[in-house]
């Protein structure tokens, strides 16, 4: 059994979940539905979780993560198909300006041979009144991972000032970024592109993970947040290998056409001998 695929419907809810390989072979697909408050200095995390698949989720767990603290629910020992369960989870929140805010939510949960998964979303919450952002992550790509690989960040300045903005990515822990955040100056009105190193620590091939990229800032007093999101598939090594093999032969493909089209055009454009006289 494998898992495989890692889809988000919408900023608050993703769902995880396998393409089975055999086509009998069952499938968990977990969708996370949180809501948020900010109470006496916590963050309090309200979350529903579920199952869709065929296939038994085991040690299913939540995992709210705000500004370095971390916090783990309560355990379910088991999750079958097209059950629900709903849990909270708080960490502490310090003194928070207003503003958006960005926080992440991990289920980490097994398979039957106790393989383990993690379904990862990232939402926002606005502490008090709070106008617009001024900017925005119009595109998160990242080319098929084997070992190691980019995602690649667009960050797009929505104002006529300047703007300081740092940048972190949320992957499950199966996919590390060595670059856990980076900082880039956007000017006004213009883009940035941004790169992060990736790498493959767990992740079995065929999976599909959504990419979460969190762009902050701070102007006038008021802290900033937009989310953007993208797909990143895990391949194999060797069809990466194979991939490269298949450019190679189409090459030599096309040389070989074109010297033989090249000696063929040398002997259609010779002159033929002259005739013999009487």
Same mark, same amino acid.
């Given at each position: 059994?494998?898992?495989?695929?890692?889809?988000?419907?919408?900023?608050?809810?993703?769902?995880? /979940?396998?393409?089975? $390989?055999?086509?009998?072979?069952?499938?968990?697909?977990?969708?996370? =539905?949180? %809501? @948020?408050? *900010?109470?006496?200095?916590?963050?309090?995390?309200?979350?529903?979780?579920?199952?869709?698949?065929?296939?038994?989720?085991?040690?299913?767990?939540?995992?709210?993560?705000?500004?370095?603290?971390?916090?783990?629910?309560?355990?379910?020992?088991?999750?079958?198909?097209?059950?629900?369960?709903?849990?909270?989870?708080?960490?502490?929140?310090?003194e928070l300006t207003g503003g958006r805010w960005p926080y992440?939510?991990?289920?980490?949960?097994?398979?039957?041979?106790?393989?383990?998964?993690?379904?990862?979303?990232?939402?926002?919450?606005?502490?008090?009144?709070?106008? /617009?952002?001024?900017? $925005?992550?119009?595109?998160?790509?990242?080319?098929?991972?084997?070992? =190691?690989? %980019? @995602?690649? *960040?667009?960050?797009?300045?929505l104002a006529g000032a300047a703007r300081h903005v740092t940048?972190?990515?949320?992957?499950?822990?199966?996919?590390?970024?060595?670059?856990?955040?980076?900082?880039?100056?956007?000017?006004?009105?213009?883009?940035?592109?941004?790169?992060?190193?990736?790498?493959?620590?767990?992740?079995?091939?065929?999976?599909?993970?959504?990419?979460?990229?969190?762009?902050?800032?701070?102007?006038?007093?008021?802290?900033?947040?937009?989310?953007?999101?993208?797909?990143?598939?895990?391949?194999?090594?060797?069809?990466?290998?194979?991939?490269?093999?298949?450019?190679?032969?189409?090459?030599?493909?096309?040389?070989?056409?074109?010297w033989l089209g090249f000696l063929l055009a040398r002997t259609?454009?010779?002159?033929?001998?002259?005739?013999?006289?009487?």
């Open positions: 059994m494998r898992h495989q695929t890692w889809w988000p419907a919408i900023l608050v809810a993703v769902v995880a /979940g396998l393409v089975p $390989a055999p086509a009998l072979a069952k499938s968990i697909t977990m969708s996370v =539905s949180p %809501t @948020v408050e *900010v109470q006496d200095g916590n963050l309090i995390a309200h979350v529903k979780l579920s199952n869709s698949g065929d296939d038994v989720a085991q040690s299913v767990t939540p995992v709210l993560r705000f500004r370095g603290k971390e916090a783990r629910g309560e355990t379910k020992p088991a999750l079958g198909p097209n059950q629900s369960v709903e849990a909270t989870v708080s960490v502490p929140s310090g992440r939510l991990a289920v980490d949960y097994t398979d039957a041979n106790q393989y383990p998964f993690q379904a990862v979303h990232v939402g926002l919450f606005s502490v008090g009144e709070t106008p /617009g952002p001024k900017l $925005a992550v119009p595109s998160v790509t990242a080319d098929p991972l084997a070992g =190691s690989g %980019t @995602v690649r *960040v667009t960050v797009k300045n940048l972190a990515p949320a992957l499950p822990e199966a996919i590390e970024a060595t670059k856990p955040t980076q900082e880039v100056d956007v000017d006004r009105w213009g883009e940035s592109v941004v790169a992060f190193p990736v790498v493959n620590r767990t992740a079995l091939a065929g999976s599909r993970f959504p990419v979460f990229i969190t762009a902050e800032y701070d102007e006038d007093g008021v802290h900033q947040a937009v989310v953007g999101v993208g797909t990143l598939e895990v391949i194999a090594a060797q069809s990466r290998l194979l991939a490269g093999k298949t450019v190679l032969w189409v090459v030599a493909g096309v040389l070989v056409v074109g259609m454009g010779r002159p033929r001998g002259a005739a013999p006289r009487a």
